[in-house]
Protein backbone atom coordinates (compact mmCIF):
# COMPACT_ATOMS: atom_id res chain seq x y z
CA UNK A 1 0.00 0.00 0.00
CA UNK A 2 1.22 3.37 -0.71
CA UNK A 3 -0.10 6.31 0.80
CA UNK A 4 0.46 9.77 -0.58
CA UNK A 5 -0.07 13.14 1.14
CA UNK A 6 -0.60 16.06 -0.46
CA UNK A 7 0.11 19.85 1.14
CA UNK A 8 -2.74 21.67 1.65
CA UNK A 9 -2.33 25.66 1.37
CA UNK A 10 -3.03 26.70 4.33
CA UNK A 11 0.27 28.63 4.99
CA UNK A 12 0.97 32.51 4.25
CA UNK A 13 4.51 33.67 3.30
CA UNK A 14 5.43 35.75 6.15
CA UNK A 15 8.17 38.53 6.00
CA UNK A 16 11.20 38.60 8.38
CA UNK A 17 9.81 42.09 9.53
CA UNK A 18 6.52 44.24 9.13
CA UNK A 19 8.38 47.68 8.43
CA UNK A 20 12.16 47.85 6.60
CA UNK A 21 13.79 51.51 7.12
CA UNK A 22 16.52 52.07 4.03
CA UNK A 23 18.25 55.28 3.91
CA UNK A 24 19.97 55.93 0.31
CA UNK A 25 22.30 59.32 -1.03
CA UNK A 26 20.39 60.48 -4.12
CA UNK A 27 22.16 60.12 -7.03
CA UNK A 28 23.16 56.77 -6.23
CA UNK A 29 23.26 54.63 -9.39
CA UNK A 30 20.43 52.70 -11.32
CA UNK A 31 20.94 48.95 -10.49
CA UNK A 32 21.76 49.30 -6.74
CA UNK A 33 20.74 46.84 -4.73
CA UNK A 34 19.08 48.94 -1.72
CA UNK A 35 17.66 45.66 0.17
CA UNK A 36 16.91 41.83 0.21
CA UNK A 37 13.43 41.34 1.29
CA UNK A 38 12.82 38.17 2.35
CA UNK A 39 9.36 35.73 3.50
CA UNK A 40 9.25 32.46 4.35
CA UNK A 41 6.52 29.79 4.04
CA UNK A 42 5.77 26.67 5.44
CA UNK A 43 4.27 24.66 2.84
CA UNK A 44 5.43 22.53 0.23
CA UNK A 45 5.41 22.65 -3.36
CA UNK A 46 4.60 25.43 -5.29
CA UNK A 47 2.23 26.50 -2.36
CA UNK A 48 5.31 27.05 0.04
CA UNK A 49 7.06 28.95 -3.31
CA UNK A 50 7.19 32.62 -2.54
CA UNK A 51 7.08 35.26 -4.86
CA UNK A 52 7.79 38.86 -3.94
CA UNK A 53 5.67 42.24 -6.31
CA UNK A 54 5.46 46.01 -4.99
CA UNK A 55 2.08 46.94 -5.08
CA UNK A 56 2.48 50.78 -4.52
CA UNK A 57 4.95 53.51 -4.38
CA UNK A 58 3.87 56.29 -2.23
CA UNK A 59 -0.10 55.66 -2.65
CA UNK A 60 0.14 55.25 -6.59
CA UNK A 61 -0.33 51.67 -8.14
CA UNK A 62 2.79 50.30 -9.08
CA UNK A 63 1.61 49.30 -12.49
CA UNK A 64 0.33 53.03 -13.02
CA UNK A 65 3.87 54.33 -12.81
CA UNK A 66 6.02 55.21 -16.24
CA UNK A 67 9.63 54.75 -14.66
CA UNK A 68 9.32 52.99 -11.25
CA UNK A 69 11.99 54.05 -9.26
CA UNK A 70 12.55 50.81 -7.83
CA UNK A 71 12.41 47.53 -9.09
CA UNK A 72 11.93 44.17 -7.36
CA UNK A 73 13.01 41.14 -8.41
CA UNK A 74 9.99 38.84 -7.90
CA UNK A 75 12.18 35.75 -6.98
CA UNK A 76 15.14 36.91 -4.60
CA UNK A 77 13.23 39.59 -3.19
CA UNK A 78 15.94 42.21 -3.88
CA UNK A 79 15.02 45.79 -4.46
CA UNK A 80 17.34 47.86 -6.46
CA UNK A 81 17.32 51.40 -7.62
CA UNK A 82 15.43 51.94 -10.99
CA UNK A 83 15.32 55.81 -11.76
CA UNK A 84 18.31 58.37 -11.26
CA UNK A 85 16.86 60.01 -8.00
CA UNK A 86 18.21 63.92 -7.69
CA UNK A 87 15.89 65.51 -5.02
CA UNK A 88 17.29 69.20 -5.73
CA UNK A 89 15.92 68.91 -9.70
CA UNK A 90 13.04 70.93 -9.57
CA UNK A 91 12.42 69.97 -13.30
CA UNK A 92 12.14 66.01 -11.78
CA UNK A 93 10.50 66.97 -8.48
CA UNK A 94 11.78 63.07 -6.40
CA UNK A 95 10.65 63.24 -3.31
CA UNK A 96 12.99 62.59 -0.25
CA UNK A 97 10.64 59.94 0.88
CA UNK A 98 9.02 56.90 -0.77
CA UNK A 99 7.07 54.19 1.24
CA UNK A 100 6.84 51.10 -0.82
CA UNK A 101 3.72 48.43 -0.08
CA UNK A 102 5.14 45.11 -0.66
CA UNK A 103 3.16 41.37 -1.31
CA UNK A 104 5.00 38.24 -1.18
CA UNK A 105 2.61 35.56 -2.51
CA UNK A 106 3.29 31.61 -2.68
CA UNK A 107 2.29 30.10 -5.95
CA UNK A 108 -0.99 27.63 -4.26
CA UNK A 109 -4.33 27.54 -5.69
CA UNK A 110 -5.54 30.01 -4.12
CA UNK A 111 -2.13 32.02 -3.37
CA UNK A 112 -1.90 33.01 -0.22
CA UNK A 113 -0.40 36.95 0.56
CA UNK A 114 0.94 39.37 3.53
CA UNK A 115 2.42 42.83 2.95
CA UNK A 116 4.85 45.07 4.04
CA UNK A 117 6.29 48.19 4.15
CA UNK A 118 9.70 49.53 3.29
CA UNK A 119 10.43 53.21 3.35
CA UNK A 120 13.08 54.81 1.85
CA UNK A 121 14.56 57.56 2.82
CA UNK A 122 16.87 59.68 0.15
CA UNK A 123 19.84 61.31 1.90
CA UNK A 124 20.68 64.67 0.05
CA UNK A 125 24.62 64.78 -0.89
CA UNK A 126 26.20 68.29 -0.75
CA UNK A 127 26.56 68.63 -4.49
CA UNK A 128 25.98 72.23 -5.32
CA UNK A 129 27.77 75.07 -4.49
CA UNK A 130 25.92 78.45 -2.62
CA UNK A 131 23.63 80.25 -4.99
CA UNK A 132 24.36 83.45 -4.60
CA UNK A 133 20.69 85.81 -5.13
CA UNK A 134 20.83 89.21 -4.88
CA UNK A 135 17.82 91.19 -4.43
CA UNK A 136 19.53 94.39 -3.48
CA UNK A 137 22.73 95.31 -1.60
CA UNK A 138 22.42 95.61 1.97
CA UNK A 139 24.97 98.23 3.74
CA UNK A 140 26.18 97.44 7.14
CA UNK A 141 27.52 100.13 9.23
CA UNK A 142 30.20 98.82 11.75
CA UNK A 143 30.73 100.99 14.90
CA UNK A 144 34.17 102.36 15.78
CA UNK A 145 36.19 99.82 18.11
CA UNK A 146 33.78 96.85 18.10
CA UNK A 147 35.74 94.32 19.18
CA UNK A 148 33.75 91.69 17.35
CA UNK A 149 35.20 93.27 13.91
CA UNK A 150 38.77 93.97 15.30
CA UNK A 151 40.52 91.93 12.66
CA UNK A 152 38.25 92.16 10.06
CA UNK A 153 35.88 94.28 8.55
CA UNK A 154 32.29 92.96 6.83
CA UNK A 155 31.27 96.17 4.23
CA UNK A 156 28.63 94.57 2.67
CA UNK A 157 25.78 91.07 2.58
CA UNK A 158 24.21 89.83 0.08
CA UNK A 159 21.53 87.73 0.91
CA UNK A 160 22.43 83.71 -0.11
CA UNK A 161 20.20 80.83 -0.61
CA UNK A 162 21.86 77.12 -0.84
CA UNK A 163 20.20 74.63 -3.03
CA UNK A 164 22.06 71.87 -0.53
Not at 28 to 48: F, K, T, W, Y
Not at 54 to 72: A, D, G, S, W
Amino acid sequence: MIIHLEDVNDNAPKFDSNYYLIEMKEKSPIGRQLVRLSAQDNDLAENGTVRYKIVRINRTPYENLNVPPFKLDDKTGILTLNAYIDIDDEAVRAPKNYELQVVAYDLGQPSMTQSCTVAVNVLDINDHEPELTCDKDHVVRIEENNVRFKNSVEVARKPCTRID
